[in-house]
């Protein structure tokens, strides 16, 4: 973090004071967050051109002692920060919408899901859902305008519920957003085991080595890669829905499933519980908020994810439905089977080749999103000092600010997981893909339907500016209601969703892990308020106010 602390000057009290400490510091960062911040900016150009920037000493100040910058009658000490101002709401999108990976649901979720369910209003599920999720993410974006923070959902639950809910919230955010990132080691693994051969797992530590140097990669690098990735699968996707639509299977195209009759039937609750999981990745936008470049390139970039995944996933399950017929809902053999056989069919065996190939990079990219998700998480809680500080670790220099700590963090937990499941020999897809899987999903769910509540409860407090009377209450109030609807029908359907068989004591155990490390949250909550209360009293504070930092493109300057 850069910290920017008016310099005292003679005559004035505190006069010869070149550094302050972090409390009174974060009473005038509340000031600062007014000031514009091109004029520190300016400020350094100017006095880069004139002379004007000298080093002196600030040994009062935490996590980045030593070295500050004099310009204009105020001190600029060095701290963690990430690479501000790089990612514009197209970047934001891409990450977005990649870490749904649309291929993976066109290909296995929404098939399965008319095959589990044995609903055919699939599309419209897709479209109540994302009404669902559109209330859900109102408080959770809006707050998130007002609060930058790099772990959003325990940014938001402490200033909202307090610091003990916040840390659940952080707690339930690790679990969630690791065990979707790495139930797509075994979902890839298994992929390219069926494809070129050899063990899954060997496949899996393939990934983990391309998702561990990309990690290490700045962020404005790694967009254009999984642009260009996600530009080829939506190019590939789009044939597919001109193939079912000029070729339907019963020679018409069917309106039914987008009759509500064809949703409210037995099997709604599963189907909206697998469609609610399709989406998860959407909500990421926030986490890169700090990278951002300004707060509504962040609200924009997620109502617009949400929105077009929810059009995407409904055409594509009409595709789906009418490419294939009314047989899909019996399900049977490989589900990716439909849309392979549809594209070799009406376009060559190339095409499907192409197709599984993209299968495979676009759970890559979905692995890659989901990485820089949690070692962001974790950067964010190191830098209030909630875990080490070694794990604030960024990179230097002007292509700097990449949470090193955090990814190699991530990475570790990725490949220690991998090794225990490879270890007890469990089954990749239905065992590890599909626990883990759930279990991040629900997850995530619940933390969105928390960060409602918690929006509700900080504006309430008097938090935010001038939002309407629909951001401060209705929308939060109602998404709360339908999400935790979603939830229950999620939690109600677990035994299908894990694919046990009825009466198995198993189907208690995902929510057992979810309670417990969600109790663990609590408990360490408590402990902080009890042993470092200063910590405590300033979680969800830790992002710098803009007028504080200085830029890593500006690392190179000689003082």
Sequence with gaps: MWCCVPHATPGRPGAGTACETSEIRDQRSEISDGCEEKHVRLAVGAARRFGRLRAVDAPGVAAGVGIGVWCGGAVVTSSATLARRTLGVPALLILGIVASSPMTVLVGGIPVTYAATGVAGVPLSFVVVMGVLGLLVVGYAGVSRRVSHTAPFFALLTLGLGGRAGMVGATVEFLGYNAIQISLYAFLGDRMSGLAGGAWWVWAAGAWMVITVFGLARMSAN?????????????????????????????????????????????????????????????????????????????????????????????????????????????????????????????????????????????????????????????????????????TTVSTGGRGGVPVGGSLVQSATALLVIAGFVWSGADPIKVMFTWLSTVGALCILGLLVAASVAAHAYYRAGGGGHEGVFMRVVAPIIGALTGGLVVLFMASNLRNLLGLSPGSPLVWLLPAIVAAVAVTGWTWGGILRTRRPGV???????????VTVLDHDLAELEV
């Design 223 to 391: 967009t254009l890669v999984l642009g260009g990735m996600l530009l080829v699968e939506l190019s590939v996707i789009a044939l597919f829905v001109i193939a079912a639509f000029t070729n339907p299977a019963t020679g018409h195209l069917d309106a039914a499933p987008w009759q509500w009759r064809s949703l409210l039937q037995d099997g709604a609750g599963g189907a909206l519980a697998l469609t609610m999981a399709a989406f998860v990745g959407f909500e990421c936008g926030p986490v890169f908020s700090e990278e951002a470049r300004s707060p509504r390139a962040v609200m924009t970039a997620t109502f617009t994810v949400a929105g077009c995944l929810g059009v995407l996933y409904a055409v594509l399950a009409w595709a789906v439905w009418t490419g294939v017929g009314p047989h899909v809902l019996t399900g049977g053999g490989d589900p990716s089977g439909y849309v392979f056989a549809s594209l070799g069919r009406i376009y060559g065996t190339g095409v499907a080749d192409l197709a599984t190939l993209l299968l495979v990079t676009s759970v890559l990219a979905a692995m890659m999103s989901f990485h820089h998700v949690v070692s962001r998480n974790l950067f964010g809680l190191a830098r209030e000092r909630v875990l080490p500080q070694a794990i």
């Design 536 to 546: 405590y009293a300033r979680l969800g504070r830790g992002t710098p106010a803009p």
